[in-house]
């Protein structure tokens, strides 16, 4: 999925949930969702898992030091809502985050296993596994999961991104042991065939090719993708290469289900009308009982140093609007030093989310060379994160002019400084956004999932408001010094195909 295009995050991990998401589209992909019925609630749910860091902290943003009793609500001060978690004996975390207003709860599980956890030349089998887990057990047919939810009023879907894949259902309280055992089944129980697994791998060839191949941006996405990870797997689109998807096996896919669905590979996460204590006998009866399995460590190849950076200029006949992206290579919020990742947030708001950042305010405001101009954080990989820039030029304007003016803002943001306001307006957008996302049990839900199957802690992840209330001038500047300076980093042309 790719909403329009990051995965990426995929993210998203910390930064800012509804404005990254408005400012950016088309970027990379990280998460790509089972398309089922229409749903107005799971829109909202498919545009929140775009990004790896989006995803992450979107419910977490932080008040400036002026809106303290805001921001006490935001971090998590408020124990009304104040995460639980425990551990089932079988080594699967369980995450409660209470939300009394409504008798209805969101139902979680998180594997910790991914696209970039794929053999070599398996590129698509997590997520043609997790089409694969709707097609039912010896207890329950296939597509019959689906229906079940919805004749009890529920809802439930799936998705998959580089470093997780996860499921969910939200229903009544009432109805809360059923998914429970539902999706408790099928973590050891799925039963698949030829007859069942190649007609649906068609099914994710057409979705390859409705989204990918008929899309020019996508395209442009997956190529510079490629580009930006020379080593890493992350280079790998998560829907696959084509002719890769073709060779997936009804062998392949139980192979890598045995291998890694797993309750102690696996992260309960519930939000709702419920508490630690009411959850946790239910939580014992239906994945308590499962058997651990051994679960091979994740180990993935690194980047090695980059020393030039690379381009990609691709034209097509599709294409009506030209448009530029930028994507430099940055540390995630797993594996940043202190404090850096927070900067990185900051300096994305900075440089280009809204209509008062740098490039949006210089390129259409004040120059009226674009039409639309940002700049966004994914900090919520494992391994790695992105920062990326994109503009879209005035059709009188070309690429070429719209890259130099661009380079133009950076080269002076680097000499000039950031000021104080423009690091305090960041941090209150920060909880602008955060008094949204608060009030979504689900988003709650994405961002304990999304963050702790990367590599956080439930500490990291609460406390992240006072991390970015921390974030000074001179670590934004230090941040915009370190990535923008960064070799590692891919330039996309996108334009029409000339006339011949």
């Given at each position: 999925?790719?909403?329009d295009?990051?995965?990426?995050v995929?993210?998203s991990?910390f930064?800012v949930?509804?404005?990254?998401?408005?400012?950016?589209r088309?970027?990379?992909?990280?998460?790509?969702v089972k398309?089922?019925?229409?749903?107005?609630?799971?829109?909202?749910f498919?545009?929140?898992?775009?990004?790896?860091?989006?995803l992450?902290l979107?419910?977490?943003?932080?008040?400036?030091?002026?809106v303290s009793a805001?921001?006490?609500?935001?971090s998590?001060?408020d124990?009304?809502?104040?995460p639980?978690?425990f551990?089932?004996?079988?080594?699967m975390?369980v995450?409660?985050?209470?939300?009394?207003?409504?008798?209805v709860v969101?139902?979680?599980?998180?594997?910790?296993?991914g696209?970039a956890?794929?053999?070599?030349?398996?590129?698509?089998?997590?997520?043609?596994?997790?089409h694969?887990?709707f097609?039912?057990?010896?207890?329950?047919?296939?597509?019959?999961?689906?229906?079940i939810?919805?004749?009890n009023?529920?809802?439930?879907?799936?998705?998959?991104?580089?470093d997780?894949?996860?499921?969910?259902?939200?229903v009544?309280?009432?109805r809360?042991?059923?998914?429970?055992?539902?999706?408790?089944?099928r973590?050891?129980?799925?039963?698949?065939?030829?007859?069942?697994?190649?007609?649906?791998?068609?099914?994710v060839?057409?979705e390859?090719s409705?989204?990918?191949?008929?899309?020019?941006?996508?395209l442009?996405?997956?190529?510079?993708?490629a580009?930006?990870?020379?080593?890493?797997?992350?280079?790998?689109?998560?829907?696959g290469?084509?002719?890769?998807?073709?060779?997936?096996?009804?062998?392949?896919a139980l192979?890598?289900?045995?291998r890694h669905?797993?309750p102690?590979?696996?992260?309960?996460?519930v939000?709702g009308?419920?508490?630690?204590?009411?959850l946790?006998?239910?939580?014992?009866?239906?994945?308590?009982?499962?058997?651990?399995?051994?679960v091979e460590?994740?180990?993935r190849?690194?980047?090695?140093?980059?020393?030039?950076?690379?381009?990609?200029?691709?034209?097509?006949?599709r294409v009506?609007?030209?448009?530029?992206?930028?994507?430099?290579?940055?540390p995630s919020?797993s594996?940043?030093e202190?404090?850096?990742?927070?900067?990185?947030d900051?300096?994305a708001?900075?440089?280009?989310v809204?209509?008062?950042?740098r490039?949006?305010?210089?390129?259409?405001?004040e120059?009226?060379?674009?039409?639309?101009?940002?700049?966004?954080y994914?900090g919520?990989g494992l391994?790695?994160?992105?920062?990326?820039?994109?503009a879209?030029?005035?059709?009188?304007?070309t690429?070429?002019?719209?890259e130099?003016?661009?380079?133009?803002?950076l080269?002076?943001?680097?000499?000039?400084?950031?000021?104080?306001?423009?690091?305090?307006l960041?941090?209150?957008?920060f909880?602008?956004?955060?008094?949204?996302?608060?009030?979504s049990?689900?988003?709650?839900?994405?961002?304990?999932?999304?963050?702790?199957?990367?590599?956080?802690?439930?500490?990291?992840?609460?406390?992240?408001?006072?991390?970015?209330?921390?974030?000074?001038?001179?670590?934004?500047e230090?941040?915009?010094?370190?990535?923008?300076n960064n070799?590692?980093?891919?330039?996309?042309?996108l334009?029409?195909?000339?006339?011949?």
């Amino acid at each position: 999925m790719f909403y329009d295009r990051c995965f990426f995050v995929t993210s998203s991990g910390f930064a800012v949930l509804v404005r990254a998401m408005e400012h950016f589209r088309a970027k990379w992909t990280p998460v790509r969702v089972k398309k089922m019925r229409p749903n107005k609630n799971l829109e909202r749910f498919r545009n929140s898992v775009k990004f790896g860091n989006a995803l992450i902290l979107g419910a977490f943003m932080t008040l400036a030091s002026d809106v303290s009793a805001q921001s006490d609500q935001a971090s998590g001060n408020d124990e009304s809502w104040a995460p639980e978690t425990f551990m089932l004996d079988n080594g699967m975390q369980v995450v409660v985050l209470p939300d009394h207003r409504a008798p209805v709860v969101t139902h979680m599980v998180w594997y910790r296993v991914g696209a970039a956890d794929e053999p070599p030349g398996k590129s698509g089998l997590a997520h043609f596994l997790e089409h694969l887990m709707f097609k039912g057990t010896e207890r329950v047919p296939p597509g019959e999961l689906s229906k079940i939810v919805a004749r009890n009023g529920g809802q439930d879907n799936a998705f998959t991104s580089l470093d997780y894949t996860g499921y969910f259902q939200r229903v009544a309280l009432d109805r809360l042991p059923l998914v429970m055992e539902l999706e408790s089944d099928r973590m050891t129980n799925l039963v698949l065939s030829d007859h069942i697994v190649n007609p649906e791998r068609d099914v994710v060839l057409e979705e390859r090719s409705s989204r990918t191949d008929n899309n020019p941006e996508s395209l442009l996405a997956e190529q510079m993708n490629a580009a930006l990870f020379m080593s890493h797997p992350y280079r790998i689109p998560i829907i696959g290469w084509e002719h890769e998807i073709r060779s997936l096996t009804t062998q392949d896919a139980l192979a890598f289900y045995r291998r890694h669905y797993a309750p102690n590979n696996a992260i309960l996460v519930v939000a709702g009308d419920i508490t630690a204590v009411q959850l946790k006998p239910l939580a014992e009866k239906y994945y308590g009982t499962i058997p651990a399995a051994e679960v091979e460590p994740r180990i993935r190849p690194k980047e090695p140093p980059a020393v030039a950076p690379r381009r990609i200029d691709y034209s097509d006949s599709r294409v009506r609007q030209a448009s530029l992206r930028r994507t430099y290579l940055a540390p995630s919020y797993s594996t940043a030093e202190e404090g850096e990742a927070e900067a990185l947030d900051v300096l994305a708001q900075v440089l280009g989310v809204g209509p008062t950042s740098r490039l949006y305010r210089l390129l259409v405001v004040e120059s009226a060379l674009a039409v639309s101009a940002g700049a966004y954080y994914s900090g919520g990989g494992l391994d790695y994160g992105r920062f990326g820039i994109y503009a879209t030029p005035r059709a009188d304007i070309t690429l070429e002019q719209l890259e130099q003016a661009i380079d133009g803002v950076l080269a002076a943001l680097l000499a000039d400084g950031i000021d104080e306001k423009e690091v305090n307006l960041a941090k209150s957008n920060f909880i602008a956004d955060a008094v949204y996302a608060r009030d979504s049990q689900q988003r709650l839900a994405q961002s304990y999932g999304a963050g702790l199957t990367t590599g956080l802690t439930v500490k990291d992840i609460t406390e992240f408001p006072d991390r970015i209330g921390r974030v000074t001038v001179q670590a934004v500047e230090r941040a915009a010094q370190e990535i923008l300076n960064n070799p590692a980093q891919v330039t996309g042309f996108l334009r029409p195909e000339p006339a011949s």
